[in-house]
């Protein structure tokens, strides 16, 4: 398999969503191993790594909704 504007998309947005550590780890290496342009360094590995999980406390299947500041 060869790397598409597809899989460069994917990873280029990838996070967890509703896969489980396990399976969102398993999908972004294979998207890295098809994609090594984008991510040169280890250090770039590991950065788009870290942007990968959903954020604390966020169930699978959660909506979330993020609400504006307003200050005053």
């Known amino acids: 398999m060869s790397m598409t504007k597809e899989h460069y998309d994917e990873l280029d947005n990838f996070c967890q969503g509703n896969l489980s550590v396990t399976e969102a780890v398993k999908r972004f290496n294979q998207l890295a191993r ?39």
Not at 43 to 48: A, G, K
């Open 34 to 72: 098809l994609c090594p342009n984008m991510m040169p360094t280890e250090e770039e590995h590991l950065r788009r790594m870290l942007k990968m999980p959903r954020p604390f406390g966020v169930k699978p299947n959660s909506k979330i909704v993020w609400s504006k500041v307003q200050s005053g």
